[in-house]
Nanobody, 115 residues
Framework: QVQLVESGGGLVQPGGSLRLSCAAS????????MYWVRQAPGKQRELVAT???????NYADSVKGRFTISRDSAKNTVYLQMNSLKPEDTAVYYC?????????WGQGTQVTVSS
């Protein structure tokens, strides 16, 4: 059974940091490209960060220099370290795993940036 379980969301003040985790099971984690995608209220989903099976990364311009995606194959987990958070980062953050035609999603974790 495939599972992606996100954790680490919460309420943080502007300028603060959070680290999101996504624990994967039920598939060959190392083969999959992993993504963090977010959706703010009333907006379309936005691709935030990508990490390939080989560890190459890419970021949306809106988070470049503030967010870092990483993966630990020993733990089958992908992370999103978020620093210098802004109110506009408020959204539900989803973990996404893709390999060929296979595409899996987590349930999402809420991140709220507010004073």
């Amino acid at each position: 059974q495939v599972q992606l379980v996100e954790s680490g969301g919460g309420l943080v003040q502007p300028g603060g940091s959070l680290r999101l985790s996504c624990a994967a099971s039920g598939f060959t984690f190392s083969s999959y490209w992993m993504y963090w995608v977010r959706q703010a209220p009333g907006k379309q989903r936005e691709l935030v960060a990508t990490i390939t099976g080989g560890g190459s990364t890419n970021y949306a311009d809106s988070v470049k220099g503030r967010f870092t995606i990483s993966r630990d194959s020993a733990k089958n987990t992908v992370y999103l370290q978020m620093n210098s958070l802004k109110p506009e980062d408020t959204a539900v953050y989803y973990c996404n795993a893709v390999y060929a035609y296979k595409n899996y999603w987590g349930q999402g974790t809420q991140v709220t940036v507010s004073s």
